[in-house]
Every structure is written in C-alpha cells, then in structure tokens.
C-alpha cells in the first residue's frame, strides 16, 4: 500500500483499508476523521486522530489514534519485527500498523492514542532554564520502564542473525578496526572543534579531551572487546532515552510508562540509555540532590534483577556506566556540529558530561600500566 507523503493524505478510505487489513475492525468503515492536533518535526510529521465508524462496524473499533509519518524507516521496522514476533511488552506503546518504502524514504505508523492519560515527565517549555526536574514518581516509572525493556532482550541470541534488522558490522568484523576508525573519526571532530572554540576552552578541559581520545581504544580493549565477541552484558536500547522519549500516564490509567520513538534502537551496552536519562539531563546538584543518581542506578539494577537479569552486578554496571561515559563524552561534539555553538542546549549537555566524567573518575579507568 502506498505510503502517505502528507497528513491529508490520511483519509478515511485508507484507514478503512488498513484497520480491515490488521483486523481492528472486522466490517464496515471509517465514515469520517478529524485532527485533532498535528506536530512538525525534524524528519516525520506526526498528529493526534479522531474517527468515526459506520454503522456496521464491528471490532475493537478504537476512535482515537496518533499517526507518524517519517522519513526514517528504522521505527517502522522495529515495530513491523515485534509484530512478527508477537513481542508486546506493556512499556511499549501498542502499534496498529507499521510500513515504510526504501525508495521514497517514507514510512508510516498507526499508534493507540495516549494522549488523554499521558502526563509529560516535565513541562518541556519550563525546562529551558533546565531546574525542571520529574518529581520521583515519574523519574523511577521510566527507570522500571528502561530496565524491562532492557531486561527483555538481555543476551538475546536472536539479535545477532544474519537476517535481523539489528545486526550490524559492529558485530560481523573485527570490533578493534570499527573501534579504531570511530576513534580516528572522534580525533578529527575535536580538532575541527578546537580549531573555533579553543581559545575559550578551560585548559583542563582541553587536557580531558585529548587524553580520552588518546586513550579511546585501550579502554575498549580492556573493558568490552572480550563482552563484544561474547556478546555478554549487551541488549537493545532506545538509543536516545531523553525524556522525551517517554509517556509518563497518570496513575488512573493503571499502565506503566511507555517507551517511545525507536529511531536508534539498536544492540549495546545499556548504560548509553541511562547516561541520556540521567547525566546529560542533570546538572552535579541535580544528580547529588538526595543521592538522586545513585537511586536512579539502584533501583534499575534492582528492576533488572525482578525481570530475570542474573549474573549482572551493581559493581559491573557502575562500571559500564563510567566506561559508556568515556565514549559519549565525544557525543557532545556531535551535538555542537548538529545543533550549532549558539545553542545553549548543547552546551548545557557538554558541561553536564564533562562534570560526571570528573566526578567518576572516569579517568582512572586508564590507570593500568600498559604491557
């Protein structure tokens, strides 16, 4: 079926065809629709739907739906995959249908609407000075939620076959040449940085960069190269876990917070979800008030555990944490690149990296003499 280009294109023929198709409804039709709300974004289109069946419509018969049109094609596929495999987890929101074209770069898909329940985890406009912080309720609903989705994939074999859409050269080749060539890839992103910015930079600052990267492939040879051939420890993440990502519904509802937008799920170390979660979003007294980055970590190993994690310790994910943190500190000149050094979100992000690399000692992860 052809996918849709625009949101008007959404008509109610079309969704007559598909809710026949995946058997939402078993006879009858959609009489009418309207949009609610629509959302522009970078790469998709997105709005909130309300419709009418005919008269003889019978099954499930849902009135409200949230319809993505993207011309990314990984989220389509990721949700086309749980539906082949009959994976429904309730920390993911339920998908109608799923499809996207390779040739002309569009995908659609249907969601159930949660947008009567969905309370945000914060007031996005209020956290542009970044106090705004989720109260605890909702901060640990999306830990629990991070850790099942976590916890369902765990070492999951299956990943890794020839033919599945998460499979990658990370996992075909030789991980010290990918890890090499990112490295080189790294080098050259912080020098086109300095080449603008050093004159501003803390000299310590500058002294961090360059020995991270000096120290890049030590670090992955001594902590993951072994768990990458064993694939030991790894799982699917969201891949860019902010808060955003997340719907947060309210306490009538009875549903657990729900995982959204899987444009980068992807196999890897699960602490790269966290530290998007917590270190990216926080500042050092956002994180230390009452011990609330500790608590984060606690009760994710702790919900790990309750949805079947063995042989996984808090001491071994404190150290993924700080190793993952190694690696995403380069992200920050990725963001610089993308968003531009005007925008003081990106440099809120770098600092915040920059203090939890400090105040983990990430460093001292290259303390070993070297053989």
Same mark, same amino acid.
């Given at each position: 079926m052809k996918i849709?280009?625009?949101?008007?294109?959404?008509?109610?023929?079309?969704?007559?065809?598909i809710l026949l198709k995946n058997g939402h409804i078993?006879?009858?039709?959609?009489?009418?629709?309207?949009?609610?709300?629509?959302?522009?974004? %970078?790469?998709?289109?997105?709005?909130?739907?309300?419709?009418?069946?005919?008269?003889?419509? !019978?099954?499930?018969?849902?009135?409200?739906?949230?319809?993505?049109?993207?011309?990314?094609?990984?989220?389509?596929?990721?949700?086309?995959?749980?539906?082949?495999?009959?994976?429904?987890?309730?920390?993911?929101?339920?998908?109608?249908?799923?499809?996207?074209?390779?040739?002309? !770069?569009?995908?659609?898909?249907?969601f159930k609407d949660y947008a009567d329940i969905h309370e945000p985890p914060i007031d996005l406009a209020a956290f542009v000075p970044r106090f705004n912080v989720p109260n605890d309720d909702k901060y640990f609903?999306?830990?629990?939620s991070l850790a099942e989705f976590h916890a369902h994939w765990w070492e999951d074999n299956s990943l890794y076959k020839q033919d599945s859409?998460?499979?990658?050269?990370?996992?075909?080749?030789?991980?010290?040449? %990918?890890?090499k060539e990112w490295a080189e890839d790294c080098r050259k992103d912080w020098n086109k940085f300095l080449t603008v910015e050093k004159n501003w930079l803390p000299k310590e600052t500058i002294s961090l960069f360059?020995?991270?990267?000096?120290?890049?492939?030590?670090?992955?040879?001594?902590?993951?190269?072994?768990?990458?051939?064993?694939? !030991?420890?790894?799982?699917?993440?969201?891949?860019?876990?902010?808060?955003?990502?997340?719907?947060?519904?309210?306490?009538?509802?009875?549903?657990?917070?729900?995982?959204?937008?899987?444009?980068? %799920?992807?196999?890897?170390?699960?602490?790269?979800?966290?530290?998007?979660?917590i270190i990216k979003k926080l500042n050092p007294a956002q994180r230390y008030y009452k011990n609330r980055e500790q608590k984060l970590l606690k009760h994710y190993h702790k919900t790990l555990k309750r949805f079947g994690v063995v042989n996984y310790s808090f001491e071994q994910l404190m150290i993924d944490y700080r190793?993952?943190?190694?690696?995403?500190?380069?992200?920050s000149l990725w963001d610089y690149s993308y968003?531009?050094?005007?925008?003081?979100?990106?440099?809120? !992000?770098?600092?915040n990296v920059n203090h939890a690399y400090i105040d983990l000692k990430c460093a001292e992860l290259f303390k070993e003499e070297r053989k």
């Open positions: 849709p280009r625009e949101l008007t294109e959404v008509t109610p023929e079309y969704l007559t065809k078993k006879q009858g039709c959609v009489e009418s629709l309207s949009i609610r709300k629509d959302i522009v974004g %970078v790469n998709s289109n997105s709005a909130h739907f309300e419709i009418k069946y005919s008269s003889d419509s !019978k099954g499930e018969k849902n009135t409200k739906f949230f319809i993505k049109l993207d011309k990314n094609d990984n989220e389509a596929k990721f949700y086309i995959y749980l539906a082949e495999n009959e994976i429904n987890l309730d920390v993911i929101i339920k998908c109608y249908y799923a499809d996207f074209d390779n040739k002309a !770069k569009s995908s659609i898909l249907i609903g999306m830990i629990e859409i998460f499979n990658s050269e990370m996992w075909n080749n030789d991980t010290r040449k %990918v890890i360059d020995n991270a990267i000096d120290n890049f492939e030590f670090v992955w040879k001594k902590y993951f190269h072994s768990r990458v051939l064993e694939k !030991k420890h790894y799982t699917l993440i969201n891949g860019d876990s902010y808060f955003q990502q997340f719907l947060c519904l309210s306490k009538e509802s009875k549903e657990k917070t729900k995982l959204i937008d899987f444009q980068d %799920v992807h196999i890897n170390n699960p602490a790269r979800d966290l530290i998007h979660l190793v993952e943190l190694s690696f995403i500190l380069f992200f968003q531009g050094s005007d925008d003081p979100y990106w440099w809120y !992000k770098f600092q």
